[in-house]
């Protein structure tokens, strides 16, 4: 019994919390809004996520097209009487892809793991007669790459940051480029 309680008490004080921070709690107030003159906004989702290698999007809890989607729903802004923004998601990917490690040392790994993720969205504002008043088309691409064996705490960090920071590049190219496609309609 005395080694069975020590035994215990070994096991136990060995266990640690794990750190888990994943965007479920992203805030939408920490990014920029953009005010459009139109009274609707649509969002028509046409990217269906692909389940097979080497797409990983499908495999979260909360995949890039969440918080894309959340984003547009809280941070575009519709102000005044007329008009309809219509917003089109075409792509909202995420790979993962195994690549040689071009630039590993001695005792690195041969092969690592290339993290890919893509928005590809068009807005489209429409006049009350559907007559399109402007349009543009918004994309964003960045990667990051990983050690091929890591813990799923880190794989969840890594794509964390990824999709955090593609969202606020998705974010500064919509606004760049609403602002000189839509000029006139954007405030």
């Given at each position: 019994?005395k080694?069975?309680?020590?035994?215990?008490?070994?096991?136990?004080?060995?266990?640690?919390?794990?750190?888990?921070?994943?965007?479920?709690?992203?805030?939408?107030?920490?990014?920029?809004?953009?005010?459009?003159?139109?009274?609707?906004?649509?969002?028509?989702?046409?990217?269906?996520?692909?389940?097979?290698?080497?797409?990983?999007?499908?495999?979260?809890?909360?995949?890039?097209?969440?918080?894309?989607?959340?984003?547009?729903?809280?941070?575009?802004?519709?102000?005044?009487?007329?008009?309809?923004?219509?917003?089109?998601?075409?792509?909202?990917?995420?790979?993962?892809?195994?690549?040689?490690?071009?630039?590993?040392?001695?005792?690195?790994?041969?092969?690592?793991?290339?993290?890919?993720?893509?928005?590809?969205?068009?807005?489209?504002?429409?006049?009350?007669?559907?007559?399109?008043l402007?349009?543009?088309?918004?994309?964003?691409?960045?990667?990051?790459?990983?050690?091929?064996?890591?813990?799923?705490n880190?794989?969840?960090?890594?794509?964390?940051?990824?999709?955090?920071?593609?969202?606020?590049?998705?974010?500064?190219?919509?606004?760049?480029?609403?602002?000189?496609?839509?000029?006139?309609?954007?405030?």
């Amino acid at each position: 019994m005395k080694y069975f309680v020590l035994y215990l008490v070994i096991i136990l004080s060995a266990c640690q919390p794990v750190e888990k921070n994943i965007l479920i709690g992203l805030d939408n107030n920490q990014f920029k809004k953009i005010s459009i003159s139109a009274d609707k906004i649509e969002i028509v989702e046409i990217y269906d996520s692909v389940i097979s290698a080497p797409y990983i999007d499908y495999s979260l809890d909360n995949p890039p097209i969440y918080f894309l989607k959340s984003w547009l729903s809280n941070n575009i802004e519709l102000i005044g009487k007329e008009n309809r923004l219509e917003i089109k998601i075409f792509d909202s990917s995420l790979k993962r892809i195994e690549i040689e490690n071009t630039n590993k040392k001695q005792f690195e790994e041969k092969f690592i793991y290339n993290y890919e993720i893509n928005y590809l969205v068009e807005y489209n504002l429409y006049d009350d007669s559907n007559f399109m008043l402007a349009s543009t088309l918004v994309e964003t691409f960045r990667t990051t790459t990983s050690s091929k064996f890591i813990s799923i705490n880190e794989r969840d960090l890594i794509l964390e940051e990824l999709i955090y920071l593609s969202l606020a590049d998705f974010i500064d190219e919509s606004k760049k480029l609403m602002s000189e496609y839509m000029e006139g309609h954007i405030l």
